[in-house]
């Protein structure tokens, strides 16, 4: 099964480090892949194949989590059905509208 973690509020760095450690903490709930939407001014996707640890070595994810300072949302993927893929990696993009399930 999946796993999903969440942060709001004003997020600073102590929050964000917690946030980090939460998806962490997740990650035996899904090592398959990794993702989160931050929301900030704008909102941000990253996502990548394996562990948080993987998605942290990705710079998209260092501009994901600058932008966050009103929410943080993550995800860690136990592959049930479909294959190991981006395309599966959550979270989902369908025009205006991201989610996590």
């Not at 993702?35 to 704008?42: E, Q």
Request: proline share 3%; hydrophobic share 35%.
């Amino acid at each position: 099964m999946c796993g999903i973690v969440l942060a709001t509020g004003t997020l600073a760095t102590n929050e964000k480090k917690m946030f980090k450690r939460m998806l962490e903490l997740d990650t035996v709930r899904g090592p398959h892949s990794t993702g989160i939407v931050s929301a900030g001014l704008t909102t941000k996707i990253s996502k990548a194949l394996g562990t948080p640890w993987d998605l942290f070595q990705c710079k998209h994810f260092d501009t994901a989590m600058t932008n966050a300072s009103r929410a943080l949302i993550g995800h860690n993927r136990y592959a049930t059905q479909g294959v190991i893929s981006r395309q599966n990696a959550h979270p989902f993009e369908h025009g205006d509208y991201l989610g996590v399930h």
